[in-house]
């Protein structure tokens, strides 16, 4: 089974509120995310998003107006936009793995992430989930990535993860990015396992880098 069959078989045989992952609400996220103060019509993506109600809360309590969220699994996507009704049509979909997508030049003004970067344990994958990350948000744009921190299991739904603080994080992601604040919260799963996270907020450098540093 490759990486998609696995995950649209996760979403085929579970209930969503029913995943280890799952919460009602992104509560750290949805408070950094309006911290940032972004305007509504701000582009927003959420990588991996899953079947999360992040999108829903974007949309009632903040009103956002220019959200995509994309999945690797087309059976998430459809959960949430069955979820969502009318309202889906008011987000960008995107089926695709992080990893390979396609995404508009400097487009974001912020790149949400909870549970997905670390389930990309080679370098060869970080790699091009960066270089995704670079293409795609803007200078000075607001980054929030969420992953298990070390004191979590070393597996995610089954799957091997990396666990990270704070440093690790900001030395995988690189220069470009700057650590603005992070914190730590405790998950526990549907079935009653402690999962802790590790959340990070960094900002985009505002200058364009080339490959000699700046310009
Ligand atoms: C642990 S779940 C987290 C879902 C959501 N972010 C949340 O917090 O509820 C990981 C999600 O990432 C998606 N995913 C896994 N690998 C991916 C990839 N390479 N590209 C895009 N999505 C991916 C899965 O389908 C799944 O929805």
Redesign the pocket.
């Known amino acids: 089974m490759n990486?998609k069959e696995r995950?649209?078989q996760?979403?085929l045989t579970k209930r969503t509120d029913n995943?280890?992952?799952?919460?009602p609400h992104?509560e750290t996220s949805l408070s950094w995310i309006n911290r940032s103060a972004l305007t509504a019509a701000a582009p927003i993506i959420?990588?991996?998003?899953?079947?999360?109600?992040?999108v829903d809360d974007l949309l009632d309590s903040a009103n956002h107006r220019s959200i995509t969220v994309?999945?690797?699994?087309a059976k998430?996507l459809s959960c949430v936009k069955a979820r969502l009704g009318k309202k889906a049509e008011l987000v960008t979909w995107l089926e695709?793995?992080?990893?390979?997508?396609h995404l508009p030049a400097h487009h974001y003004e912020l790149w949400?992430?909870?549970?997905?970067f670390h389930?990309?344990t080679e370098l060869e994958?970080q790699r091009k989930?960066r270089d995704n990350l670079l293409q795609a948000l803007k200078p000075g744009g607001h980054l929030i990535i969420?992953t298990f921190a070390p004191e979590a299991p070393p597996q995610?739904?089954g799957l091997p993860v990396l666990r990270y603080t704070p440093d690790q994080l900001e030395n995988t992601l690189g220069t470009e990015f700057v650590l603005e604040r992070h914190c730590k919260e405790m998950h526990i799963t549907p079935g009653g396992v402690e999962q802790m996270y590790l959340y990070c907020y960094f900002r985009r450098t505002a200058k364009r880098h080339d490959s000699c540093g700046t310009i």
């Open positions: 990486e995950w649209e996760v979403y995943l280890g992952w799952f919460a992104l959420d990588v991996g998003g899953g079947a999360s109600t992040l994309l999945d690797i699994s998430a695709g793995d992080i990893t390979t997508a949400h992430d909870r549970a997905v389930f990309l994958q989930y969420g995610c739904s």
